[in-house]
C-alpha cells in the first residue's frame, strides 16, 4: 500500500488560513469516510485533531476543520497562529483493512 | 484519563527479534471495542502503521510487515506487545503504542511517548 500524497510543505501567516490536502485512492481515502488528521511537535507524540473526515476530538481548537471529495481528504487551519508550526499527517482506513498515513506535511508560520 | 507507556530495549542487534511492551495505565485493556496499536516512524520520515489487536486477541496486520511481526495481549497485566523478528537497520525507528478507538473515533486518539529503537551490531 502506498502512501497517501501530502504537499511536503505549507506556510502562511498569523492570521491567515491554510490548507493541507491528502490524496489517495478509490481504495481508501475515496472509499470510506475514516480519514483522520494528527499533528506532530518535534520530540513529541501525534496528536488527533480531527476523525471521520471533519470531527474535532474534545479539546481541539474550532480552528481546525477537515473535509473530503473524492479521493482527496482536506485540513484547514484558520487564524494560523505560532503554536500550529509542526508536522500534519493524514490517515486513512483501506479496503484491505488496513490503514494508511500521508507522507506529512510541514507547516511554518511565517 | 488513558496513558500508554512503551518499554524495551533501545539497541537491537541485527537479524534478533525486537520486543516492545505497551503498558496501559487510567483504563482497562479489556473495556470496550477498541484496539491496542503499533505505529513506527523511521528518522526524518512519515507514520507507518504496524497493526494492531482487539483484547480478545484478534490482529490486523500491515501486510508489507506481516510475515515479521507478532502482536500479543497480556489482559492480567493491562499490556500489549510488539515481536518483530529478522531485523535489520531499516527497522530503526521510533515505536509508538496507540489506541485505535474504534467506537468513539474510528482513530488513533490516544498515543503513547514513543521509544527509540536502533538496529545496530
Known amino acids: 500500500q502506498s502512501a497517501l500524497t501530502q504537499p511536503a510543505s505549507v506556510s502562511g501567516s498569523p492570521g491567515q488560513s491554510i490548507t493541507i490536502s491528502c490524496t489517495g485512492t478509490?481504495?481508501?481515502?475515496?472509499?470510506?469516510?475514516?480519514v483522520s488528521w494528527y499533528q506532530e511537535h518535534p520530540g513529541k507524540a501525534p496528536k488527533l485533531m480531527i476523525y471521520e473526515v471533519s470531527n474535532r476530538p474534545s479539546g481541539v481548537s474550532n480552528r481546525f476543520s477537515g473535509s473530503k471529495s473524492g479521493n482527496t481528504a482536506s485540513l484547514t487551519i484558520s487564524g494560523l497562529q505560532a503554536e500550529d508550526e509542526a508536522d500534519y499527517y493524514c490517515c486513512s482506513y483501506t479496503r484491505s483493512t488496513t490503514y494508511v498515513f500521508g507522507t506529512g506535511t510541514k507547516v511554518t508560520v511565517l | 484519563q488513558v496513558q500508554l507507556q512503551e518499554s524495551g530495549p533501545g539497541l537491537v542487534k541485527p537479524s534478533q527479534t525486537l520486543s516492545l511492551t505497551c503498558t496501559v495505565s487510567g483504563g482497562s485493556i479489556s473495556s470496550g471495542g477498541d484496539y491496542w496499536s503499533w505505529i513506527r516512524q523511521h528518522p526524518g520520515k512519515g507514520l507507518e502503521w504496524i497493526g494492531y489487536?482487539?483484547?480478545?486477541?484478534?490482529?490486523y496486520y500491515n501486510p508489507s510487515l506481516k510475515s515479521l511481526v507478532t502482536i500479543s495481549v497480556d489482559t492480567s497485566k493491562n499490556q500489549f506487545s510488539l515481536k518483530l523478528s529478522s531485523v535489520t537497520a531499516a527497522d530503526t525507528a521510533v515505536y509508538y503504542c496507540a489506541r485505535f478507538a474504534i467506537t468513539a473515533a474510528m482513530a488513533f486518539d490516544i498515543w503513547g511517548q514513543g521509544t527509540m529503537v536502533t538496529v545496530s551490531s
Open positions: 489487536i482487539h483484547y480478545r486477541g484478534t490482529t
Open positions: 478509490s481504495s481508501d481515502v475515496g472509499a470510506y469516510n475514516y
